[in-house]
């Protein structure tokens, strides 16, 4: 069964740091990956999706990679504004069990 | 463009009570799927389905029932509500027919249930 971590559960940077969020996953057997974004109290905005013989996907200041003999994803974001402040989230689809699992999330905050 | 349609967008019930959350989904994917989010914490998968006729637990189906009779309409029913389901429910489909679809996830905008 297929396990989601995402390390760390909070993190707070000020405006213009980059940073990583990771997401590590116990069954190198997926599909794919998911990135997703969660503003308090809103439903999930999808950031990034990496495919199974993908290695990275980008999107403006969103960078994401994929190692999967590791198990591990990150989620690389430059140049961090105050607006990037939300939930981000990791999701995993699984090859075998046609599921899809998602990890806690990292709160991001980012100070002015 | 409906995508993903959730309903409804929010619920107050009584213990014991049963109510249905509908979902449907425009874009002809196979596959479907039920999470719950309770407050500071990330998805739980309810139910899934990777076709019309055909569902399977996830990780947290207890307390909860669905069907698929029909590629568009994903519902999810609680029977004899509990405190415990109070909860913000997502639903969410993508499409794995072929080696051609990205299996992308696409979520409706939430139902929001509160048991009393």
């Known amino acids: 069964k297929q396990e989601v971590t995402q390390i760390p559960a909070a993190l707070s940077v000020p405006e213009g740091e980059n940073l990583v969020l990771n997401c590590s996953f116990t069954?190198?057997?997926?599909?794919?990956l998911q990135w997703f974004r969660q503003d308090p109290g809103k439903g999930l905005t999808s950031l990034l999706l990496?495919?199974?013989?993908?290695r990275e996907q980008t999107s403006g200041r969103l960078n994401a990679s994929l190692d999967k003999s590791s198990g591990r994803s990150t989620l690389y974001i430059a140049a961090s504004q105050p607006g990037d402040s939300a939930t981000y989230l990791c999701?995993?689809?699984?090859?075998?069990?046609?599921?899809?699992?998602f990890g806690a999330g990292t709160r991001l905050t980012v100070k002015p | 463009n409906a995508g993903v349609t959730q309903t409804p967008k929010f619920r107050i019930l009584k213990i014991g009570q049963s109510m249905t959350l509908q979902c449907t989904q425009d874009?002809?994917?196979?596959?479907m799927y039920w999470y719950r989010q309770d407050p500071g914490m990330g998805l739980k998968l309810i139910y899934y389905?990777?076709?019309?006729?055909?569902?399977d637990k996830g990780e947290v189906p207890n307390g909860y029932n669905v069907s698929r009779s029909t590629t568009e309409d994903f519902p999810l029913r609680l029977e004899l509500a509990a405190p415990s389901q109070t909860s913000v429910y997502f639903c969410?489909?993508?499409?794995?027919?072929?080696?051609?679809?990205?299996?992308?996830?696409?979520f409706g905008e939430g139902s929001r249930l509160t048991v009393l």
């Open positions: 069954d190198s057997a997926i599909y794919n």
């Open positions: 874009m002809n994917h196979n596959y």
């Open positions: 969410a489909s993508s499409s794995r027919q072929s080696t051609s679809n990205t299996g992308e996830l696409f």
């Open positions: 389905s990777v076709g019309a006729g055909i569902t």
């Open positions: 990496i495919q199974s013989s993908q």
């Open positions: 999701a995993v689809a699984d090859h075998n069990n046609n599921d899809m699992r």
